[in-house]
């Protein structure tokens, strides 16, 4: 079914739109949240707490890219759930994914100048798109999806090595982007 028809439904609230939601997108909610998470319970839980959300918010709400509003809802979710873990005790996927992006990116309340998050969304993306196909994809599947560097080199067909030495450049990259635009880090 197509995402303009599964949109419709929840616009009727007809039940069958999270059946709809789950066939067509579940894997990929279900891999967001494993991979932040690394718990098969909070993962479930967390593309659950997504599929009610998009029950509440459509209407009004009538996402543009369907795929990427569930994916964000879902990464939201989750992270909001490692952190309340983490407040418990220390360490879990994130911690190494944000740790890693520490050095390049503003800290919340961090920068002289206040930056709204939409502002610093079109830079991320203004970013990305100067990225080559495989740069973008890479820095993609490890940031936003999650992924170990292993599966990203295995998803490419390419080295440990030649991911980790990407993600590094790219990440020095973004700093200085971000610096040239203004943004402390």
Avoid at 24 to 33: C, D, E, N, P, T
Avoid at 80 to 88: I, M
Wanted: aromatic share 8%.
């Amino acid at each position: 079914m197509e995402d303009g028809q599964i949109i419709e439904l929840y616009w009727n609230r007809d039940q069958r739109a999270i059946g709809e939601t789950e066939g067509k997108y579940g894997r990929l909610l279900h891999s967001i949240a494993w991979n932040l998470l690394h718990s098969r319970e909070d993962a479930e839980e967390c593309v659950n707490d997504t599929y009610l959300r998009a029950w509440e918010a459509i209407p009004p709400t009538r996402p543009g890219s369907f795929r990427t509003w569930l994916g964000q809802i879902t990464r939201n979710l989750s992270l909001d759930r490692w952190k309340g873990r983490r407040a418990e005790k220390r360490g879990g996927g994130a911690e190494v994914l944000l740790g890693e992006l520490e050095e390049c990116l503003p800290a919340p309340g961090g920068t002289e100048r206040t930056v709204e998050d939409g502002e610093l969304a079109e830079l991320l993306n203004g970013f990305l798109r100067d990225l080559s196909r495989e740069g973008r994809t890479m820095f993609l599947r490890r940031y936003w999806y999650g992924e170990s560097v292993a599966e990203v080199a295995r998803a490419l067909g390419c080295g440990e090595g030649k991911v980790k030495s990407s993600l590094f450049r790219s990440r020095k990259a973004l700093r200085t982007f971000l610096e040239r635009e203004g943004i402390a880090i």
